[in-house]
């Protein structure tokens, strides 16, 4: 998904070749590999009687889906970067043996597992295993990549990363319709290219510089979580601060699970409604 932008740390990002999946691999023989996903949504379409979701969703298919590319990379960690589950307010009773059981079988490949909060993960705290180890949403820092949902602002440790990952945003491209796929809407990588800003003096700042020269977004894990045809002119999810704040400040690319190159995308600039998103984020709301 394109070279290694110059200044970056040593750690690649590699996304898994056909899954919605990005391995960070850094370049010290004794560091781990973690494999980050995004937008798993367990529960979604599920039901009283099928909690975890229809089959092509279903929380023991994506268990055995992400435990394949587990052993495909001979990954040592696994991080889902945001909205483990569906429901956005709590876990509903059914749902918690769900929740619980999707993460003990990605555990019980001898991995090490995290979860950073997402805007759907409210409540999910209890219901998970106790060797989950939880970040809130202002994300974390791995190997010098800063790794965060995108529904809430990131904390100044992961704004002063050099290479940022997010999720939240179902990235996708819309493609000509077919017969086998009326829609012609496929999931996405989105990459981004940015040029160092010129620093602002320190009385402005309410937050950590931005001093990330490149931006991954990385695409849903669950199928049916749909996705968002970034190649339109007006995106549904461009109310994000990611678009006016992050996207908009480089050059942002598309690229399909296969690692097509599907061109440029037309991100709103920080003057479109983007902006008022991320002014409620920043607040918090």
């Known amino acids: 998904m394109g070279r290694p932008v110059a200044g970056s740390v040593p750690t690649r990002l590699a996304p898994v070749p056909d899954a919605p999946a990005l391995l960070l691999e ?4 004794d560091a781990p590999r973690t494999l980050v996903v995004a937008d798993v949504h367990l529960g979604l379409g599920g039901t009283l009687e099928r909690p975890g979701g229809p089959p092509e969703g279903s929380a023991d298919r994506l268990a055995d889906q992400l435990i394949a590319i587990v052993k495909r990379t001979g990954t040592e960690g696994v991080l889902v970067a945001g909205d483990a589950k569906h429901p956005i307010v709590g876990t509903p009773p059914a749902l918690r043996p769900v929740v619980f059981g999707f993460f003990a079988r990605i555990l019980s490949e001898d991995v090490r597992v995290g979860l950073v909060l997402g805007n759907h993960d409210v409540g999910i705290v209890p219901h998970l295993p106790r060797e989950v180890d939880v970040y809130p949403a202002g994300g974390t820092v791995r190997d010098g990549v800063g790794i965060f949902h995108g529904h809430a602002w990131p904390s100044n440790r992961v704004l002063r990363a050099d290479r940022l990952v997010a999720g ?21 990588w989105v990459r981004v290219e940015r040029e160092p800003e010129p620093a602002r003096p320190r009385r402005r700042r309410r937050h950590a510089e931005l001093r990330a020269r490149e931006i991954v977004v990385v695409p849903a ?6 996705t968002e045809s970034l190649n339109r002119d007006r995106p549904a999810r461009g109310r994000s601060f990611l678009y006016g704040r992050f996207l908009s400040r480089g050059v942002a690319r598309a690229y399909l699970l296969d690692g097509t190159d599907v061109g440029p995308l037309p991100i709103p600039t920080a003057s479109a409604p983007a902006s008022r998103g991320a002014t409620r984020a920043r607040r918090g709301r």
């Open 221 to 226: 894990f669950n199928p049916l979580a749909g």
């Open 26 to 29: 850094p370049d010290r023989r």
């Open 168 to 188: 939240h945003l179902h990235p996708g491209f819309r493609l000509a319709p077919t017969a086998a796929d009326p829609e012609g809407k496929r999931r996405c």
